[in-house]
C-alpha cells in the first residue's frame, strides 16, 4: 500500500491523479489532499478517499470545508496556510507526494516533501525552474525519488536509459527533442494576435489544462519553462535541448543517441499516462487512458518554432543560459504578466514585453539559498509590476 499526498488536489492534475488513484483501492491511500479555493470540491474529494488531513489557503476557507465535512461526518482534520501544507507534504506516514500546486505557491511545498525523501510526482514545474540548483541539491541529499509528471520529461525518463545519472555523454545521448503543440495561435496571423481574448488563450487543441498553463502554452513560454525543467531534470544545457513543435501531441518528447538511434515515447495526450507511469514506477498499471489509434491518427508532423511569433521560448533560453536568478525572475514576470492577462489588464503581446523588461530591470546575481530565490521572486514580481503599468488596457 503506498500512502499518498496530493497537493493541488483541486486543480486539472490533482482530479486525474484520484481518477487513477480511484482505480486501485488497495494499491494507494490518500493521506492528505489539498486545494485552494475550491472549496465544494475538496469536501466532495474528501468525502470519497477519506484522507487523514486536507489543507485550504484561508481561514475563511477552513471553516467552510469542516462545515462541508461535517453534515457529511466526513473524520477528516482541515488545516490551512503554508505551512499546513508543507506538514502534509512531510508526514511521517507519507511514501509519496504528488506536486501539482500551480506556480510559484507549490515551491516550498514540493521542497518539504523533497527534504523529507518522498517519492516526489512533480507536476509544479515551476519549483524547479525557480530554485533549479537547490532543488536537485536537496533531492541528492535527501534520497527523495523524483519522478516527472509533465508529459516530456515523463516521456524523457522513460527513454532515458534506466538508472540514468544525470551525465547525458556517459549515457550515450547526444540530444533531447522536446515536442511542443504549438498552442491554439500556431497558425494565427501574428497581426490578429494583438487582439486575443483570455477564452481563446486557454482554449488548446489537444490538452485540457489549468488556467496559468493554458495561456503558458499560448505563448510556448510553458515550453520555455520546460527547457529550464528539462536542464535541472537531466543535467542538459541548453545546447542540448532542442524544440520541435508536434500539432498532434502524439509523440511526447525524443531521446537522440550518439549512434543515431532515437526513442520516444507515444501516447495520447491524457495525463493520466504519465501520473500512473509515476505512480506505479517501476511497474505499469492500468491509466484509464484509451488506446493509442495510429491508423486513425494518420499523420505525424514536425515544425521548427518560430521565435518572432513565440518571444516567449526565446527569453527562457535566455535566462537558462544566464542562469542564477534569471530563471526565478523570469517566473516571476510571467506569473505577474499572465494573471493580468487573464484579468483583462494587459494585451496577449504584451505578456513578453512585460518579462522582457522585468529580465533588463532586475540585476543579475547568484542564488545560493531559498531565501535568495524568494528575493528573486519578489524582486521579479515587483518589476513587472511596474512594466505593466505602461500598458494596462
Ligand atoms: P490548476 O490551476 O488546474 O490547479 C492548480 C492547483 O493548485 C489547484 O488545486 C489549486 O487549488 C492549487 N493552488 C492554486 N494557487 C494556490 C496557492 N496560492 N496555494 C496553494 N495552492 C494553490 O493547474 P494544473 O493545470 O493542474 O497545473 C498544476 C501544475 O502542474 C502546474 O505547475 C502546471 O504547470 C503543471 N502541469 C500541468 C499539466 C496539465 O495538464 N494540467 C501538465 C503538465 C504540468
Ligand atoms: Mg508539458
Not at 13 to 28: C, E, K, N
Not at 93 to 104: F, R, Y
Request: net charge negative; proline share 5%.
Amino acid at each position: 500500500m503506498m500512502n499518498l499526498t496530493i497537493l493541488g488536489a483541486t486543480g486539472s492534475i490533482g482530479v486525474s491523479t484520484l481518477d487513477v488513484v480511484a482505480r486501485y483501492p488497495d494499491r494507494y491511500k490518500v493521506v492528505a489532499l489539498s486545494g485552494h479555493t475550491r472549496v465544494e470540491l475538496l469536501a466532495e474529494q474528501c468525502h470519497k478517499f477519506n484522507p487523514a488531513y486536507a489543507v485550504v489557503g484561508s481561514a475563511t476557507d477552513a471553516q467552510r470545508l469542516t462545515h462541508l465535512l461535517s453534515t457529511r461526518r466526513v473524520n477528516t482534520q482541515v488545516l490551512y496556510g503554508t505551512e499546513a501544507l508543507a506538514h502534509i507534504a512531510s508526514l511521517p506516514e507519507v511514501d509519496a507526494v504528488m506536486a501539482a500546486i500551480v506556480g510559484a505557491a507549490g515551491l516550498m511545498p514540493t521542497l518539504a516533501a523533497v527534504s523529507a525523501g518522498k517519492r516526489v510526482l512533480l507536476a509544479n514545474k515551476e519549483a524547479l525552474v525557480m530554485a533549479g540548483d537547490l532543488f536537485m541539491a536537496e533531492v541528492r541529499k535527501s534520497g527523495a525519488c523524483l519522478l516527472p509528471i509533465d508529459s516530456e520529461h515523463n516521456a524523457i525518463f522513460q527513454s532515458m536509459p534506466a538508472g540514468y545519472a544525470g551525465n547525458l555523454s556517459r549515457a550515450g545521448v547526444s540530444r533531447i527533442l522536446l515536442t511542443a503543440s504549438g498552442g491554439p495561435f500556431r497558425d494565427t496571423a501574428i497581426e490578429a494576435l494583438s487582439s486575443v481574448t483570455p477564452e481563446q488563450a486557454v482554449a488548446h487543441p489537444k490538452w485540457t489544462m489549468g488556467r496559468k498553463i493554458s495561456v503558458d502554452s499560448s505563448t510556448m513560454m510553458n515550453k520555455g519553462l520546460e527547457v529550464i525543467e528539462a536542464h535541472w531534470l537531466f543535467n542538459a544545457s541548453a545546447n542540448h535541448i532542442e524544440v520541435v513543435i508536434h500539432p498532434q501531441s502524439v509523440i511526447h518528447s525524443l531521446v537522440e543517441y550518439v549512434d543515431g538511434s532515437v526513442l520516444a515515447q507515444l501516447g495520447n495526450p491524457d495525463m493520466r499516462t504519465p501520473i500512473a507511469h509515476a505512480l506505479a514506477w517501476p511497474q505499469r498499471i492500468d491509466s484509464g487512458v484509451e488506446r493509442l489509434d495510429l491508423f486513425a491518427i494518420g499523420q505525424l508532423t514536425f515544425e521548427r518554432p518560430d521565435l518572432a511569433r513565440f518571444p516567449c521560448l526565446g527569453l527562457a533560453y535566455q535566462a537558462l543560459r544566464a542562469g542564477g536568478n534569471a530563471p526565478a525572475v523570469l517566473n516571476a514576470a510571467n506569473e505577474v504578466a499572465v494573471s493580468a492577462f487573464l484579468a483583462g489588464d494587459l494585451p496577449f503581446l504584451k505578456i513578453a514585453a512585460v518579462i522582457a523588461e522585468t529580465l533588463a530591470a532586475v540585476p543579475c546575481s547568484e542564488v545560493a539559498t531559498i531565501d535568495a530565490v524568494m528575493t528573486a521572486d519578489d524582486q521579479g514580481r515587483i518589476a513587472a509590476t511596474r512594466a505593466l503599468a505602461a500598458y494596462a488596457q
